[in-house]
């Protein structure tokens, strides 16, 4: 049986037997679909691998301080703005 790294609402990272259903960056603290194209040009790069971090959904991804991606995850986004200071 597979074993996933996820990234919890507090930040650290947890063994799961489900993968993630979103990626994050953890320098830019932004989280997306696992089919962002924005995210897989920057995989196929190869810069960030190894700052990327998944989460099992949208509320872990927020509450550990990512916002939502604004390229694949459009409408969340506008309500990020929306309600961000």
Do not use: N
């Amino acid at each position: 049986m597979s074993t996933y790294t996820l990234t919890g609402p507090d930040g650290a990272t947890y063994p799961s037997p489900t993968p993630g259903t979103l990626g994050g960056h953890r320098r830019t603290k932004v989280f997306g679909r696992l089919d962002c194209p924005t995210a897989l040009r920057w995989i196929d790069r190869g810069a960030y691998v190894a700052h990327r971090v998944f989460f099992a959904d949208e509320d872990a991804a927020r509450a550990a301080g990512y916002r939502p991606c604004a390229h694949c995850l459009p409408l969340q986004y506008r309500e990020w703005r929306a309600t961000s200071p």
